[in-house]
């Protein structure tokens, strides 16, 4: 083994190391603890150190998954495939008013449709049933609002986040206190990075939704970002005609919301290399992240992940 492979995966398991002592650590210290799951590389990765810091134990606690109905089809058949074969106790919660409402991301905006879909349902579905922590695979170096975050990030009984109230976090030493109806959001993955993740998923060989690898898709040209149109609902504006791209995803959310990046990289190798080479931020084709100043600081004040 090479020295700076060697290196790696010293890191690598340093990284390992802290998050499974925050995954047990939060699973003896909460009565209903839960784990949000996204489908995304990061939930991935977090799933994938849960099952490692429990085996040969099942997971002590459920994952949830807030479907907004607009994710990728390639995403609910990954989440449907993965989580049947390995006997996973997945939980899939909707905001059936919005969605009766018709609340979707073209006629209510991004900012609208993910108060209704995201922040809200997920609100709903902690309610419902009585979770008091969930892991979340949010990372410090995504986005400057998720780096104020701590690793027990609290939240009050109306799952509200105040950044200039947190618990400091001194030597590594978790404040889990919390009276009824309140709860914590606990970020086992705060201190890696993207990059940190894909050499992850090389080393462990983690299943990934086959968007992160650059294929031909068809998608449109629409404020600065390639969209994919992924069925039949997307709606086409006056001019726009799908053309083949070969792009991928560095982060997925809901279809219409997310731009993909026109990419050759077809490997978790690929990807690393040109990770070394990018000098944009991951999260830049998440549309929800820029329709407003400080957008995702207020979304996630509000409950958002």
Known sequence: MSETLAARHSHLAVLEAESIHILRETA????????????????????????KAFHPAPLPFPL??????????EMYRFRDE???????NLLVHQNKKALAEGINPFDHGSQKYTHAMKTQSLLEALALHGFDAAFGGARRDEEKSRAKERVYSFRDRHGQWEPRKQR???????NGRIDAGESMRVFPLSNWTELDVWHYILKERIPVVPLYFAAERPVVSRNGQWIMVDDERMRLRPGEKPVLKRVRFRTLGCYPLSGAVESSAASVEEIITEMVESRVSERQGRLIDHDEEGSMELKKREGYF
């Not at 939930?43 to 099952?51: G, N, T």
């Not at 400091?168 to 978790?174: A, D, H, K, S, T």
Request: hydrophobic share 45%.
């Open 82 to 88: 993965f989580t049947s074969r390995h006997g996973l």
């Open 28 to 51: 003896a210290e909460f009565a209903r603890p839960v784990m949000l799951y996204s489908i995304g590389k990061d939930s991935q990765v977090l799933l994938h150190l849960a099952r």
């Open 168 to 174: 400091p976090e001194l030597w590594n030493l978790y």
């Open 64 to 73: 949830l998954h807030v479907d907004t109905t607009w994710k990728f089809r």
